[in-house]
């Protein structure tokens, strides 16, 4: 094989094709790789479940243990398929974005807060703690929860739950349209979680892992943070519109791969249950795209499993480490936009602090955020 090497870097000098003094870097020692044997991931399409017609906590509760319940034998039969298929055992599983109660809707945030949202060591984390255990994977999920510390309030989560039954990942959502964010609430949230606690990176056996939550996959900056912090596989949890165009999404996912070199995994519903909009409005094209941003396998319509792939970490990890042109993470020059990035001109923080006290928005409160931004960004000729 050495041999072999050798004849065509002779051949390729003899070309032209090489120059002579890259010739000599070319056989040095490269830096060291190491990286776990190639594994399979899944992006597990599955119906999440609305809880707008239950009444108490109790019974959202009693739904979601039923809802894992009813997964755990799905996922196990999808992992052995799946390694009977392609050979590489299954390690990372990605759900799908609120699998386990759906979106809010018209629901009052501190109503929906109380109602659904998961405490931090609650049962519904234990439920699908217990499900990872027993099914020996790495599990990511999304799903909202509540924090003691901002009474009133939800964030919407992406986890990462290991074999072991241990969260090694949680992420909230930093980019919402209509639900309360870390950012809003910036300063507390950066005092009690630190930076580390914004942008986490599960250093895990399976590689670095990191979350995306839902149309966060369309902003560049949020991949980005993660992938300067080392993540090189994002589990993206996602509830949208399927469709046999190229969809603002499916555009970003390749994108978000190509420019970290990074694979994502993606989980979209398969519709959406117990609610009156039809069930399968938000369905289908879960994927999996590789470090370049190739698509290797993506579902079509309702509950499947059909996107799998297996994620070479060894081949990831060479190509970060070769000085070149498609080498676009090391590539960055970060301090060229850190000014432009300083300035708070477009959404503020801290829209829900008052006086170092946290304040529960009402449902407009956001859309009035939102144009109150556009009409400053106009005033101001940005826009």
């Given at each position: 094989m050495e041999l072999n090497r050798r004849h065509a870097l002779a051949a390729a000098l003899a070309s032209g094709a090489i120059l002579p003094e890259g010739l000599a870097a070319m056989e040095e020692d490269k830096l060291p790789v190491n990286a776990p044997a190639p594994f399979a991931a899944v992006a597990m399409q599955l119906t999440a479940r609305s809880v707008e017609r239950l009444k108490t906590r109790a019974e959202v509760t009693a739904q979601v243990e039923d809802h894992v319940a009813a997964i755990t034998p799905q996922i196990r039969a999808a992992t052995i398929f799946i390694q009977q298929y392609g050979g590489a055992p299954v390690k990372l599983a990605v759900l799908p974005e609120y699998l386990f109660t759906s979106y809010p809707g018209r629901i009052g945030i501190s109503e929906f807060a109380d109602l659904a949202a998961f405490d931090i060591d609650g049962p519904e984390y234990a439920a699908i703690a217990a499900m990872a255990m027993e099914l020996k994977l790495f599990v990511a999920g999304n799903a909202y929860e509540r924090d003691k510390n901002f009474p009133g309030l939800y964030f919407q989560a992406s986890f990462v739950i290991d074999p072991a039954g241990k969260t090694v990942l949680r992420y909230r959502r930093l980019n919402s349209m209509f639900a309360p964010t870390p950012h809003d609430v910036w300063s507390k949230y950066l005092d009690l979680y630190g930076l580390d606690g914004v942008f986490p990176v599960a250093r895990t056996a399976i590689g670095n892992l990191a979350a995306i939550a839902s149309e966060e996959i369309l902003?560049?900056?949020?991949?980005?943070?993660?992938?300067?912090?080392?993540?090189?596989?994002?589990?993206?949890?996602?509830?949208?519109?399927?469709?046999?165009?190229?969809?603002?999404?499916?555009?970003?996912?390749?994108?978000?791969?190509?420019?970290?070199?990074?694979?994502?995994?993606?989980?979209?519903?398969?519709?959406?249950?117990?609610?009156?909009?039809?069930?399968?409005?938000?369905?289908?094209?879960?994927?999996?795209?590789?470090?370049?941003?190739?698509?290797?396998?993506?579902?079509?319509?309702?509950?499947?499993?059909?996107?799998?792939?297996?994620?070479?970490?060894?081949?990831?990890?060479?190509?970060?480490?070769?000085?070149?042109?498609?080498?676009?993470?090391?590539?960055?020059?970060?301090?060229?936009?850190?000014?432009?990035?300083?300035?708070?001109?477009?959404?503020?923080?801290?829209?829900?602090?008052?006086?170092?006290?946290?304040?529960?928005?009402?449902?407009d409160y956001f859309k009035r955020t939102s144009e109150s931004v556009i009409e400053r960004l106009a005033k101001d000729g940005l826009i």
């Open positions: 902003y560049p900056e949020i991949a980005r943070a993660h992938a300067l912090r080392g993540a090189e596989i994002f589990v993206h949890s996602s509830s949208e519109i399927g469709s046999p165009l190229a969809t603002p999404k499916a555009i970003a996912k390749r994108a978000r791969a190509m420019e970290n070199l990074a694979y994502v995994v993606s989980a979209n519903t398969a519709g959406i249950g117990g609610t009156v909009m039809p069930l399968a409005s938000a369905d289908g094209n879960s994927l999996v795209v590789d470090w370049k941003g190739n698509v290797l396998s993506e579902a079509n319509n309702g509950e499947t499993f059909t996107a799998f792939a297996d994620i070479d970490l060894h081949a990831l990890r060479s190509a970060r480490r070769k000085p070149g042109m498609t080498n676009f993470l090391s590539r960055q020059r970060t301090g060229l936009f850190a000014a432009a990035y300083a300035g708070e001109t477009h959404q503020r923080a801290d829209g829900l602090m008052k006086d170092g006290a946290v304040t529960v928005p009402d449902r």
